[in-house]
């Protein structure tokens, strides 16, 4: 049987009050809730430790940096036991196997380390906006190439929009988790996204978690806006 992809509510605020009514009020209708730069910054460790309480914690602090200094940061994020966290894949080869070193060393328990995700092309993204950087590829280009990459040097899983779900499972297979932001519910502002897809078409393409923030929490009813992706995902 195939596993329903999962949804993850971005809580992206710079109120600790905002974060935690948000984390009672639909927290539980969800299955992770994610805490970024914008809180962590703005409320600090504490703030993200209670918030996340009795969730799942997807910690998305996409770290790029020197090897010693991304893995010393994830050793020292160890205690707040997110199930996914992120670096950028672009960081190479010796960045991310030091990571997965790092992680593997503060949860000798195995079953309770964090799935390392590496972030490959980020959705808001395009093609132009890739060659502005100096990047010649195409984001699906790019995607696959630091995907095979980020996978090799050790990380469990990869972000990646929808749109390169079905390239990175036939050159990687089922096993890398893929956590997907870049989603708009039908009818939804895309913001400052560019490579977006609906629920429904992320889930075929074979998502394992989706990541949603405004078109749930900019809604008029957020539990209900998260209510109504969920029972998306329960009728693909
Ligand atoms: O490539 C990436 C990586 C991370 N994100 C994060 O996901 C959410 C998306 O929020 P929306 O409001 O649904 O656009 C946000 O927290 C980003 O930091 C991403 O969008 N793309």
Redesign the pocket.
Known sequence: MTKRTRLIA?F?TNSRTQAEEWSSSLGHAVDAI?L??EFTYACGLDAVKSVSAGHELFL?L?LHDIPNTVASGLSALAPLRPVLT?IHACGGTEMISRSREALEQAFPNDEKRPKLLA?T????MDEAGLRETGVEATPREQVLRLGKLAIRAGADGL?C?AHEITLLRDALGDDPVLVV????PEGSAS???KRIMTPTQAAKAGADWI?????I?RSPNPAKAAAAIMAELASV
């Open positions: 971005a992206d994610k970024g730069l998305d996409k992120t972030v092309v980020l959705t808001s972000v929009s932001p870049g989603i708009r913001n400052d996204q990541v949603v923030g405004r078109p929490t």
